[in-house]
């Protein structure tokens, strides 16, 4: 079918039906300016998409990621707020009682530049901003109920975010500890692991580094297991989402192993999923963050210690991980002791291990793992077989890479000869069993850190106090307001902690004086509840109004882009979660159903400023109206492949539509007081012009419902209209049928092009608007063929194409193939041997 669509696409540019005419009235001509103003206006007028509790209907939760208020709308939003839109307007009109809200993702680092860059506040960027979107947005006709919108740099909403950053402070989901972050030293601030990407900040690509910092964690790590194994819950998200959040959990069995040191009554503990070859263990390998990392060093090798430390710090941490990174360490001059073979082990450091994966410490095992074999190699330690391929001897002198696989055990002791796999279970039980370790689970996940050390964001409501230490902001106090009198040089880091009137304060326990807090929360909290205010925006009694919340939750449809697999989508879930167990909401799973729509390309790239290839969403507008940017949008490619741009398809997209105008406007006097259709007295022009209809009406219902598949749901609209658009059909004495037909096409056609449909439907002689008209039904009993085409094959071949009764018997099917004149040359003088019949389809005669 997408290829239909292709061919479809493709005749818009070449037959002449889709051009237009000269001849055409005043009145007939298409003006989508004036269609779309007045359409918009008696929306907005009438509040026509505000969404209230309703029992006679089922709730339909709709949303796209909200966006951040950057200044412009491009063509990624368009698109992503198009497929949102046919969505909900169909769900509208299936019946479902629809909430569909907007908002604004407005704390965060790009207006807090701008400010420094304009000599401006971010506030009034940020709202200025928000000013110039929300009126695009309201140009491109969304169904939007703009009652429910919010902006999280608003005081009322992220007032409630700080009473829930207490609620967590209390149960122990929030809390405070040194350790090393990623350091953005452009902006000046810490960025989580999902925000560095290939050793870049996400916000400016600048190169990150390392950097010991006291920071605020949200323990996300608590809901490691539910967050993997809800993962298997979610039929309605792409496969894809889920496996990037399952190996992001990263969920491993294993165990924990003691290695004494050397002359020493103390112990290194590391974790590894791979205890079968404990044995094969010739060296240790630090993560050079490790809190020992230095305590190891012996003073021979400190000072090489200390600069590999130093030099690490600014290596990018997701490199490091990477398998073509080139391994390094340092010997740090200590030795430990295999618990299971008694080798005395050296113990080094090394770029590739990570200090938040694990203990920071691995067993090397360089003859089964390929990352120790590299760095085996490159600092000569010793290589010890300890499994061995079926059929195969390796020999440590000549292996050219680590064997991985599964295999027999070797130099292991009582465990020789057994299969590896066997021999995991057996030697963790021997493990505990004498002390030297035990079995445990790990995750990579790790918590959440969420200080950052800017000023347009939501304070963290801590005080510190030097007599009672960390102390949470009374939730009567609340909210810490970010204050406005604020100057901006770009340099030194957050302005607030510069601010005496903002860090300066009494202890709410003690009285004395106090600092408060002066980082500001990640951007990416604000995001990870803001579905759950859109329930109840205006509720002031707390941070949510459970019943509401209960009534809307989940979100029955999410949309947005994939690049948020592991940040937003995670958060959002986590949250969830966290919002569930402190009573506020009952759900336990934020989205029901996840569509990642693709990118919008042109000239073979992403669109982007910085490669000159932007389409502005408002001269496209102006030149041909929102409906043809929603069109070309919908149609150009399914919603979850990326689209090419074409100006020529924007083009054929226009005319498509005037081509509808036309046909409608052609055919007023001839269908303005047509009775219903009565199926019964239909002659068979019109049963089979009826049949084309309702054909269409099932399709496009499929491919909305079931598919999303809006490109080709348009362009089985296409098709019907090549059927309605003959001349003789303008005079045709069927009027009822047609006016069935034109109804038909505008309401299929009402989601994705809302202004055009919504006019024509009152110029139809209709009073009540679209959106509040049910969906069409297409008639069973209309679409059931009367005729059929079918092949007819001598000995496999085609040799011809017969029409005959839907009814028709198999030996009068045979019968009229064996007659047929373009058959019998290949059949003449030699003996049927069989006939061969797919009642509908297909006879196949074979001859010998």
Known sequence: MIARATVVAAEIDNLDIFKMRKEITVEQKYSPKDVEQKWQSVWEDEKTFKATPASDKQKYYLL?????????????????????????????????????????????????????????????????????????????????????????????????????????????????????????????????????????????????????????????????????????????????VLVMQRNWIGKSFGCEIDFKLENSSDSIRVFTTRQDTV?????????????????????????????????????????????DFEKEGVFTGSYCINPLTGVRMPIFLANFVLMDYGTGAVMAVPTHDQRDFEFAKKYDLPLKVVIQPAGTTLDPATMGEAFTDAGIMTNSGTFDGMQSGDAKEAIADFLKEEGYGTKTVNYRLRDWGISRQRYWGNPIPVIYCDSCGVVPVPAKDLPVVLPKDVE????????????????????????????????????????????????????????????????????????????????????????????????????????????????????????????????????????????????????????????????????????????????????LDMVRNAAPVDPASLTADERNLRRAVHKTIRKVTEDLEERFHFNTAIASVMELLNILQPADLKTAQFPAVMKEALQSVVMLMSPIVPHITEELWQRLGNTSQLTQTAWPEYDPSAVVDEELLVVVQVNGKLRSKITVAAGIGEDELKALALADEKVMPFIEGLTVRKVICVPGKLVNIVVG
């Open 64 to 240: 796209e990621m909200f966006p951040y208020p950057s200044g412009r709308i491009h063509m990624g939003h368009v698109r992503n707020y198009s497929i949102g839109d046919v969505i909900g307007r169909f769900k509208r009109m299936r019946g479902f009682n629809v909430m569909h809200p907007m908002g604004w993702d407005a704390f965060g680092m790009p207006a807090e530049n701008a400010a420094i860059q304009n000599k401006s506040h971010p506030a009034v960027w940020t709202h200025e901003n928000i000013a110039y979107m929300r009126n695009q947005i309201k140009k491109m006709g969304f169904s939007y109920d703009w009652d429910r919108e919010l902006a999280t740099c608003n005081l009322d909403y992220y007032r409630w975010e700080q009473k829930l950053f207490l609620e967590m402070f209390a149960k122990g989901l929030a809390y405070k500890k040194t350790s090393f972050v990623n350091w953005c030293p452009k902006c000046e601030t810490v960025l989580a692991n999902e925000q560095v990407e290939d050793g870049a900040c996400w916000r400016c690509d600048s190169d990150v580094n390392q950097k010991e910092l006291d920071q605020w964690f949200f323990r996300i790590t608590d809901y490691a297991e539910e967050l993997l194994e809800n993962t298997y819950k979610l039929p309605g998200w792409p496969e894809r």
């Open 279 to 323: 044995f094969g263990a010739t060296f240790m390998s630090l993560a050079p963050e490790h809190p020992h990392a230095l305590d190891l060093a012996t003073p021979e090798q400190r000072e090489a210690v200390v600069a590999f430390i130093d030099k690490i710090r600014k290596t990018d941490r997701i490199m490091r991980t990477a398998d």
């Open 488 to 667: 901006f040089s770009g340099e030194g880091g957050s302005p607030l902690a510069q601010m005496d009137s903002f860090v300066h304060c009494s202890c709410p326990v003690c009285g004395k004086a106090a600092r408060r807090e002066t980082d500001t929360m990640d951007t990416f909290v604000q995001s990870s509840w803001y579905f759950l205010r859109y329930c109840c925006p205006e509720y002031t009694e707390g941070i949510l109004d459970r019943e509401a919340v209960d009534h809307w939750m989940s979100v029955d449809q999410y949309i947005g882009g994939i690049e948020h697999a592991v940040l937003h989508l995670l958060y959002a879930r986590f949250f969830t979660k966290v919002m569930r167990d402190l009573g506020h909401i009952s759900a336990d799973e934020p989205f029901v159903n996840l569509l990642t729509q693709g990118m919008v390309i042109k000239d073979g790239s992403k669109m982007s400023k910085s490669k000159g290839n932007v389409v502005d969403p408002d001269a496209l507008i102006s030149r041909y109206g929102a409906d043809t940017a929603r069109l070309f949008s919908l149609f150009a490619a399914p919603p979850e492949k990326d689209l090419d741009w074409n100006d020529q398809g924007v083009d054929g997209s226009f005319r498509f539509l005037s081509r509808i105008w036309k046909l409608v406007h052609d055919r």
